[in-house]
């Protein structure tokens, strides 16, 4: 039929949650510890950090066991992990470096809607 228009929507069944942030000075060998609270329905976890010198963001479980790792040397650090459980998570980031650093670092928990 001439001038007919078949439209389409969908909704995505995932989304993200609520991101956390923190800007930090890092001294020498200084580090910092973020949590994320991860609600039902929650797949993964994004944390970025930013900052001048050698990073390194550690993503851990509730239990107290390290997920993932991810260095960044003069510039960004980035990790997106998987996650079985609900919980408190927690982000570490650690200034590897001699010198201070000023750290951005964000979390965000992925999942279903």
């Not at 001048?52 to 003069?74: C, K, Y």
């Amino acid at each position: 039929m001439v001038g007919e228009h078949r439209a389409s929507t969908s909704t995505s069944t995932s989304a993200a949650g609520s991101t956390t942030s923190v800007l930090s000075a890092l001294g020498p060998l200084g580090s910092l510890v973020q949590s994320v609270n991860v609600p039902v329905g929650t797949q993964s976890i994004s944390a970025v950090a930013s900052g001048d010198g050698l990073l390194r963001v550690i993503i851990v479980d509730p239990s107290g066991v390290t997920l993932a790792t991810a260095d960044g040397v003069n510039g960004v650090a980035v990790l997106d992990k998987t996650v079985s459980s609900t919980g408190l998570y927690q982000v570490k980031v650690l200034n590897l470096g001699t010198n201070l650093t000023q750290t951005w670092t964000a979390a965000t928990p992925f999942g279903v809607r």
